[in-house]
């Protein structure tokens, strides 16, 4: 049985609240699925410390813990939630997230889906769904691709360099060796 604040419902069915969802599963799944989930529960206005004391208990109260700690709200995305865990995982320096880049006037040039300031790095996961799916109203895939190279010639302009990663890079071998080159070549 389900306390009352733990059902809700979405489009006349009955479901769990966001709260009892996100704590269920985030016991139950493996680390990088539960970081996704506290990530987005998190972005969605939940508190770690509502989630950390429902999951304090019961099966899966470890992991719960350690996904909720490592959970991080400014994650826009399940291929950034699932990057900061790989980041982690390869023991590579933790990146700031969505960190807003200037330009000498203090324009803003964009913002960084990942930024490592002593490298002036800026790393960028990139799902097909930025270039179809999520198209600002009127916007056409090639414009997209269009203002994400001005966007990015902007930040090397002012001195960043940007490194992209996508999905399969998140899965194979390699990212470690994709971000630590340009790390190392941004130390020279």
């Not at 930024?115 to 769904?129: C, P, Q, S, T």
């Not at 992209?164 to 470690?176: Q, S, T």
Request: overall charge negative; proline content about 5%; glycine content about 10%.
């Amino acid at each position: 049985s389900l306390a009352a604040e733990d059902v809700a419902e979405v489009d006349g069915l009955p479901v769990t609240s966001r709260a009892r969802a996100v704590a269920d599963l985030v016991g139950g799944l493996p680390f990088p699925e539960a970081v996704m989930v506290a990530d987005a529960g998190l972005a969605k206005g939940l508190d770690r410390d509502e989630l950390l004391e429902r999951t304090a208990t019961g099966r899966g109260c470890r992991m719960a813990e350690r996904a909720l700690l490592f959970a991080d709200p400014r994650s826009e995305s399940a291929g950034e939630s699932l990057s900061r865990v790989r980041i982690h995982q390869l023991g590579l320096p933790a990146p700031d997230l969505q960190r807003n880049l200037y330009d000498a006037r203090g324009r803003l040039l964009g913002r960084a889906d990942f930024w490592w300031e002593e490298f002036r790095l800026a790393g960028e996961f990139d799902g097909k769904v930025k270039y179809g799916g999520e198209l600002v109203p009127g916007q056409t895939p090639a414009e997209a691709i269009m203002d994400e190279k001005f966007r990015e010639q902007g930040m090397v302009m002012a001195g960043c360099y940007v490194v992209r990663w996508f999905w399969e890079n998140l899965w194979k071998p390699g990212l470690d060796v994709l971000i630590r080159q340009a790390m190392a070549w941004r130390s020279h």
